[in-house]
């Protein structure tokens, strides 16, 4: 571990919302960072996007930034689980959830950290867009990060939150080999309905499942903020289960022609889809209230089929325990980067905030008072990358267990 006493250097690699609240945990402790982020633009709603919804776990971590007042203002909160007759009655029951959650898009939750870092931290965090990061090299006690463009920057430190695939974890051995990539027996099918259906409520994420099997379930959340309500995201859970009945929705392998790393359906017009035409059918006989509500095909011409949900799974040895930290505490890991999770049990956002928050923590602990160093950051790392796998591992397993039917059942 270095012993350098001087001012630190990081450069955060990834800027969703767990590399920006790092940034804005490490700014209110008087640490400068770079942030570098892929996209060139900041995150937009596409068809392809998805609704967050913050528990106690995110919205302690938005408050532990300072943050929390300013995305309540802008977020909208989630009340109530919504039980839903598909066939004919609709809502059937209402389930009070204490406390509420606090729902985002994901672009919306990027907005409201970038506006607060514009306003309130911009002499401590820099954010670079457009950036690609190809590998992370070690070089006489610094760090170059190199850059797609074949360019290197350098740091003290770095912080990988740059996702499941991340190439600061994939840069070290030592930090990639602790975990493998797992395929869970499960995937979704993606939609977004333009509209609010008459009578449906915004403060709440409504569940529906067909009444003859449970091979499939849909979870539809409103997209909405504060001032309105401007559609559903709608994700319909299937298993490998559910192909035996319904082989028309089974994911490609390849990733070859697909729209994104994300999306398993080629690229075809809506006018071509035939998975809408697959869905319609399905939906008229199984939910043709559901059906009715979200507005018939025009709905249905957004869906596409997203790969097998993926987790890391750590590679747990009675020796070696699992480290998000290098050993000399000059890089580590948080968010996806770190503990990749299925979305089963919505917890992998809120879960990668808390992250942000316990290495900013740590980092705290080692330094006090005092204005910290590379030193201390350093040993904060360390303390870190030791600790925080016992608490983000069992909620990883818990998460990939509800992805298989059978544990469903």
């Given at each position: 571990m270095s012993t350098d006493h001087?001012?630190?250097?990081?450069?955060?690699?990834?800027?969703?919302?767990?590399?920006?609240?790092?940034?804005?945990?490490?700014?209110?402790?008087?640490i400068k960072s770079t942030v570098l982020e892929r996209s060139s633009q900041p995150d937009q709603w596409s068809t392809r996007s998805y609704t967050i919804v913050l528990d106690d776990k995110g919205k302690n971590a938005l408050e532990e930034a300072g943050c929390?007042?300013?995305?309540?203002?802008?977020?909208?909160?989630?009340?109530?689980?919504?039980?839903?007759?598909?066939v004919e009655k609709g809502v059937v029951k209402a389930i009070p959830k204490s406390p509420p959650g606090l729902g985002f898009t994901r672009p919306l939750l990027v907005e409201c950290l970038e506006t607060i870092i514009s306003e309130d931290h911009q002499s401590?965090?820099?954010?670079?867009?457009?950036?690609?990061?190809?590998?992370?090299?070690?070089?006489d006690g610094s760090i170059q990060v190199h850059l797609g463009d074949g360019t290197f920057l350098e740091a003290s430190h770095v912080v990988g939150a740059d996702g499941?695939?991340?190439?600061?974890?994939?840069?070290?051995?030592?930090?990639?080999?602790?975990?493998?990539?797992?395929?869970?027996?499960?995937?979704?099918?993606?939609?977004?309905?333009?509209?609010?259906?008459?009578?449906?409520?915004?403060?709440?994420?409504y569940i529906l499942r067909p009444q003859k099997h449970n091979l499939y379930y849909i979870i539809v959340?409103?997209?909405?903020?504060?001032?309105?309500?401007?559609?559903?995201?709608?994700?319909?859970?299937?298993?490998?289960?559910?192909?035996?009945?319904?082989?028309?929705?089974?994911?490609?392998?390849?990733?070859?022609?697909?729209?994104?790393?994300?999306?398993?359906?080629?690229?075809?017009?809506?006018?071509?889809?035939?998975?809408?035409?697959?869905l319609e059918k399905l939906f008229q006989d199984e939910l043709p209230a559901f059906y009715k509500a979200v507005g018939g095909r025009e709905t249905l011409q957004s869906a596409c089929v997203d790969h097998r949900v993926t987790w890391l799974e750590p590679l747990e040895k009675e020796e070696v325990e699992v480290n998000y930290?290098?050993?000399?505490?000059?890089?580590?890991?948080?968010?996806?980067?770190?503990?990749?999770m299925t979305p089963s049990i919505g917890a992998g956002?809120?879960?990668?905030?808390?992250?942000?928050?316990?290495?900013?923590?740590?980092?705290?602990?080692?330094?006090?008072?005092?204005?910290?160093?590379s030193f201390m950051l350093s040993q904060g790392f360390l303390q870190y990358g030791a600790s925080r796998p016992s608490e983000a591992i069992p909620v990883q397993k818990a998460s990939a267990a509800r992805s298989c039917l059978k544990q469903k059942q």
């Open positions: 001087s001012e630190p250097r990081v450069i955060i690699v990834g800027g969703g919302p767990c590399g920006l609240l790092a940034a804005l945990k490490l700014s209110k402790l008087g929390l007042e300013y995305a309540m203002a802008r977020g909208s909160e989630r009340k109530y689980i919504y039980l839903y007759d598909g401590n965090i820099t954010l670079k867009r457009g950036i690609s990061v190809q590998n992370i090299v070690k070089n499941k695939w991340s190439k600061v974890r994939r840069s070290f051995p030592s930090l990639e080999t602790q975990v493998t990539m797992r395929s869970c027996p499960s995937f979704g099918v993606r939609l977004f309905c333009p509209i609010m259906p008459k009578n449906w409520n915004s403060d709440g994420t959340s409103p997209r909405s903020n504060n001032l309105s309500v401007d559609g559903l995201c709608i994700s319909m859970v299937c298993y490998d289960e559910t192909i035996e009945k319904y082989p028309w929705l089974a994911p490609p392998e390849e990733k070859d022609g697909w729209k994104s790393e994300y999306s398993a359906v080629p690229v075809v017009s809506n006018s071509e889809n035939p998975l809408a035409e697959h930290s290098t050993k000399d505490g000059l890089v580590t890991l948080i968010g996806d980067a770190a503990h990749s956002c809120n879960t990668a905030l808390e992250s942000a928050v316990k290495l900013v923590d740590a980092i705290r602990k080692v330094s006090g008072e005092n204005k910290v160093d």
